[in-house]
């Protein structure tokens, strides 16, 4: 069935250091990709996405890519920041019967040490 | 600014009880969708729905069901809770544009004891 693999599950780096959380999908019909956060406690947000016809996408300090070959999608995050630290899924939709299904990463929780 | 409200933050139900969970969303979205969140797997989709009486099953439906009787408002149902659906659960939606599929905006989420 479908699915999106994520990794790692944590991650911990140093401030100013870049930080890579990665994800495979299993579905080639996927054609969106979002990213979301979610600090402890509150609901998760959107930081970034990409669509399939597009390879790269960067705001700011995030960027992500998208092998659409390989169904593989990274999320880059550059110069972090300890306000970084949260959970990060990401996620891969496709038109369904009748509207859009989203299949969500098992999530990886990134520390960003001071 | 999009609200995707949810009725309760937390919620303590007994085993065997009928359990309604409630989301309501102001901007007007074709898409509303129920998730749950437990520790190591994410979220997990429970149903969706595209329109106003029309759902779709997602990953995990069993022991759930859903309302959508407005466009507004989409309701999860626990026929008779068990102590296995005590968790996180999570409510958003999004619109369509363009026949393209567009962020979702989330809730609070309600967590759900089963005792």
């Known amino acids: 069935g479908e699915n999106v693999e994520q990794h790692p599950s944590t991650l911990s780096v140093q401030e100013g250091d870049s930080a890579v959380i990665k994800c495979t999908y299993s579905d080639s019909a996927s054609n969106y990709f979002p990213w979301y956060k979610q600090e402890l406690g509150k609901r998760p947000q959107l930081i970034i996405d990409?669509?399939?016809?597009?390879g790269e996408k960067k705001d700011q300090r995030i960027a992500v890519t998208l092998n659409k070959t390989a169904k593989h999608f990274s999320l880059h995050i550059t110069e972090t920041q300890p306000e970084d630290s949260a959970v990060y899924f990401c996620?891969?939709?496709?038109?369904?019967?009748?509207?859009?299904?989203?299949?969500f990463g098992a999530g990886t929780r990134l520390f960003v040490k001071a | 600014d999009v609200k995707v409200t949810q009725s309760s933050r937390y919620l303590v139900k007994r085993t065997g009880e009928k359990v309604f969970l409630e989301c309501v969303q102001d901007m007007d979205h074709e898409n509303m969708f129920w998730y749950r969140q437990d520790p190591g797997l994410g979220l997990r989709l429970i149903y969706f729905s595209y329109d106003v009486k029309m759902k779709e099953k997602g990953d995990i439906p069993e022991g759930y069901s859903v309302s959508r009787e407005k466009k507004e408002r989409f309701s999860l149902i626990l026929e008779s809770a068990s102590t296995n659906q005590t968790s996180m659960y999570l409510c958003?939606?999004?619109?369509?544009?363009?026949?393209?599929?567009?962020?979702?905006?989330f809730g609070d989420g309600t967590r759900l004891s089963i005792l």
């Open positions: 996620a891969a939709s496709k038109r369904n019967t009748g509207g859009f299904k989203t299949i």
């Open positions: 990409i669509r399939s016809n597009v």
């Open positions: 958003a939606s999004s619109f369509i544009w363009r026949d393209s599929n567009q962020p979702q905006h």
